[in-house]
């Protein structure tokens, strides 16, 4: 179920995102806009999240016997 979230901007802020959503524009509303930032900013903490436990499994000296081109045409 959806639920709302208030927040407060400064004057620049709210016209900048207004700004990005209105007519012509990709998104039709702010709400829209917001959205998708959080979406995307969630991707990017998940590929932090993958960067950083690889790291943590090199330094234990656990490697995949696969290279990353191995794994690349595997996809």
Do not use: K
């Not at 990005?20 to 900013?41: F, H, K, N, Q």
């Not at 960067?51 to 696969?66: I, P």
């Amino acid at each position: 179920m959806p639920s709302s979230l208030n927040l407060s901007l400064t004057d620049e802020l709210r016209r900048y995102v207004d700004s990005r959503a209105g007519d012509g524009d990709v998104y039709a509303t702010p709400s829209e806009y917001i959205r998708d930032l959080i979406r995307r900013d969630m991707e990017d903490w998940a590929i932090v999240r993958d960067v950083c436990q690889g790291l943590t499994e090199a330094r234990s000296g656990q490697f995949a016997e696969e290279s990353i081109l191995d794994i690349l045409h595997e996809a």
